[in-house]
Each structure stands twice: as structure tokens, then as C-alpha cells.
């Protein structure tokens, strides 16, 4: 996106002492400038954009967004400002205003990533879209993603995360988004928040913050629907559900390791599709897609028609092909009690030719109650008929204790992180039909196991 001085003015609420100049775009990090781009020098716990204004320069900027004073270079525009984060969130705010592409904001404990990558993959077939690069979902990322807006954007996807109250409502400040929904409330971030019904109400500020929103609601979950229950008299609503009398309905009719069929309707459009996705929890995130769609203003037709477009992300319910002949399931972006409940849940329906093995990683951030919940994940993974179970990390031997309390009576093996002689071992005992699930927050590194697994095409980085 072309910037001019006069538009950076404007934005910033400044008067720079400069020809009216124009520059390519916006960057952050100095080693990836552009030419032509201009500069803004963000300050954090461990580092200090400052630092590296000269750089910058040699790379090509033309202008410094700058809060601390530095050695002055003919040629380049110096944007004194007093906080430079503050004007990364307000370069952005002006930019989704200026270009004012439909704009979608998706927060939820889980499947919020999910949602919208099946969301980008159905808005971009009827027009260009912006989605988050990775997990670009705070304070610094958000307005990275709406920086990405063109001239010719015509859709906006913005993930939105957070680990404490009033997160979710600075984020909707910044991206002022035309349609909103909360995919569900779950024990995440509990050592931000302390207990679930704070999760619920940081949450909920996704609604608050925006009234002249479309709002949709997943009626499915305890928290979400009672927020629907607060907010449905006022505004646009838009709702999904496993039950019919929601706007957007969907249901399976076969699933395995290859994807998920559905059918079910959206608005009053009866329909079905064949989505290459894994997981009848994808339902709950193919819906809250569909349903923001809808909210943007695509047709039910058109929303059916790119369902089969929709594709799962990278560490999200991957499905992996092992040398041997075996399979993986990496799940390796994001883990607390819910997710694993959902995984194996899907694992309870589906038929599989060859034995079952598990590793599961750290469940984390989850404070006070981390001993609790691992133990009952090990009592959660006695409802499949595993044929060996690996925990890793500093909670593992709390998850064999509830492996042991239920009566699990296969292989356990704990250790405090991932050691490569792990991925041996699974190795020496699995046969070409097994599969094995790896599943763990992503501060586990669970792909470095995957590697170590000899997969036959799998990148280690997103």
C-alpha cells in the first residue's frame, strides 16, 4: 500500500516538515525493509527497534516512525511520535478506515485459527482478502495484519487473542470490524484470567466494544450462548448450532482422516460438501465460518460452493504420512482440556485399520490448576484403546497418575521434554497401518518429533 507524508500526518495527528513524499509501505523489522518503505522503531521487553533506525536506512527506508531521537539522515522523514506502538495501532486504525474493506473479528478459546483460515478460503473466492500471517492475534499483530490491506482488499480477516481483561476490546478498537464472533469459551489463558467465567467475559468484549456490528453466536456452548441470550434484542445476530433452528445449521454424515461431509443449511439454502479437513469439531469452525460470510454479505449459494476450498493450517489436525507406511495427526498449535476432550472424541468415531499411539505435550498457561487438569487428561485418554502412551513435559507425571488411576495398563513413558530417542522408540514398534497423535501447546515444539518421525512431506515451521 502506497503511503504518502500527508496520509501519515494525518493519521499520526502530525505536521512533518517534509515534501509531500510517497512511500511503498509500512515494515517493523529493520531486516526486511523494503525500498521505499518507511520504518517504525518498536519498543519491547527485550529489544529496541531504535537500535536498528541505521539499518533500516541502508535497507532502504525512507522515512523513521521514531519515539527516541536518532542521528538524522538527508533523504529520509523523521516521524517524532510519542509512542511507537501506539502509532503501528494508529497507521493501522486510519488504513482499515481509508481502504474500508469488510472487516471480520474472530476471538475464541478455541478454534479461533481454524475459523479463520476457513473463512480467508471462502471470502477469497469472491474477492481479495487479508488474513493474520501465523498467530498475528495481539496488540502488535493485529495491526500488522490490517497493514497488509491494497487498494483493491475487499474482505479483512482479524484474529484476536488475548490473556487478560480489556485485551479483546483494545484489539476491536483497532480493527473496528463489521462482523464479530466468539467460536466458543474454554479453560484457556486460566493463569491470565484465574477462572473460566473471566475467560467468558474477555471474551464477550468483542460484543460490548462493537454494537454496530453484525454479532454471531455459537449456540452451542454454555458461555456463547449466554451471551447471546444478553445481546440478541440488539443489532444484527446471526447464530449457528448443531440445532436446525439456527441460522446456519450443519451436520456429518461420514468423516475420517481425509475430510468431513456435511450438509445441513445456511440461511434458507439447504446443501452439502465434501470439506478436506479432519475432525467432526470442524463443524463448530465451518459454521462460525459460513455464518461470517453470510455476515459480510456473500450469498448461501456462494458460501456452498467454497466449503470444499476450505483447508486445515499447519499444526492444526494435520495429517501427516510417515515413511513406514504409518500416519501422524499433528496437533501441535494449541492444547488445553477442551481441545483434547475434541480430539478424542473424533478418535471415538472413527474406524481405524491399525493400533493407536499418543503424545501428548504441556497443556500451558494453565495456572493453579495445572496438576488437576493433567491428571484428568490422562484419565481422559483412557476412553481410547491406546496401544502406548508418551507424555512430555513438566506436568507428565501427572498425567500418568491419571492413566494409572483409570486402570491404563499399556505402555507409559514420561519424560520432562522431547528427547529424539522418544521419536526412536515410537519407531521401533509402529507398524505401517498405525497411527500415532501428537498433540501439545505450541511451546512444546511437537514438530521437532514429527521431523524425528520421518514424515514423507512436512515443513517444520508454518
Known sequence: MKWTTEMIDEALNLTTEADLLEFNGICTDSRNICQGQVYIALVGENFNGHDFILSAIENGAKGIVASEPWEHVEGVVDFQVPDTLDALQGLAKYLRKYINPKTVGITGS???????????????????????????????????????????????????????????????????????????????????????????????????????????????????????????????????????????HFETTQWGMSGIEVQGKIGAEKGSALVPVFG??????????????????????????????????????????????ATALFDGYNANPESFDTLIGNFEKINLPGRVFIVTGEMLEMGASACELHFELGKLLTRIPFEGVFAIGEHSKDVERGLRSSGFQKTVVIADTYKKEIAVEILNVLQPEDTVLVKGSRGNRLEKLIVDLQPVEFSEKP
Open 280 to 325: 467432526v469439531h470442524n463443524l463448530e469452525n465451518l459454521m462460525a465460518a459460513a455464518a461470517c460470510a453470510l455476515g459480510v454479505g456473500l450469498k448461501p449459494n456462494e458460501i456452498w460452493k467454497s466449503l470444499p476450498k476450505c483447508k486445515g493450517l499447519w499444526g492444526r489436525n494435520q495429517v501427516v504420512k510417515l515413511k513406514n507406511g
Open 110 to 248: 478455541n478454534g479461533k485459527s481454524s475459523t479463520k483460515e476457513f473463512l480467508k478460503s471462502i471470502l477469497s473466492q469472491y474477492g481479495k482478502t487479508v488474513s493474520p500471517k501465523n498467530s498475528f492475534n495481539n496488540h502488535v499483530g493485529v495491526p500488522l495484519t490490517l497493514l497488509e490491506i491494497e487498494r483493491d482488499t475487499e474482505y479483512c480477516v482479524v484474529e484476536m487473542g488475548m490473556n487478560h481483561l480489556k485485551e479483546i476490546s483494545a484489539l476491536a478498537q483497532i480493527a473496528d470490524p463489521d462482523v464479530v464472533v466468539v467460536t466458543n469459551v474454554g479453560r484457556a489463558h486460566l493463569e491470565g484470567l484465574g477462572s473460566i467465567d473471566n475467560v467468558a467475559l474477555a471474551k464477550k468484549e468483542i460484543y460490548e466494544e462493537c454494537p454496530n456490528a453484525v454479532r454471531v453466536f455459537n449456540l452451542d456452548n454454555l458461555f456463547t450462548r449466554g451471551m447471546y441470550d444478553e445481546f440478541q434484542s440488539q443489532g444484527s445476530i446471526l447464530t449457528f448450532s448443531n440445532q436446525e433452528d439456527a441460522d446456519i
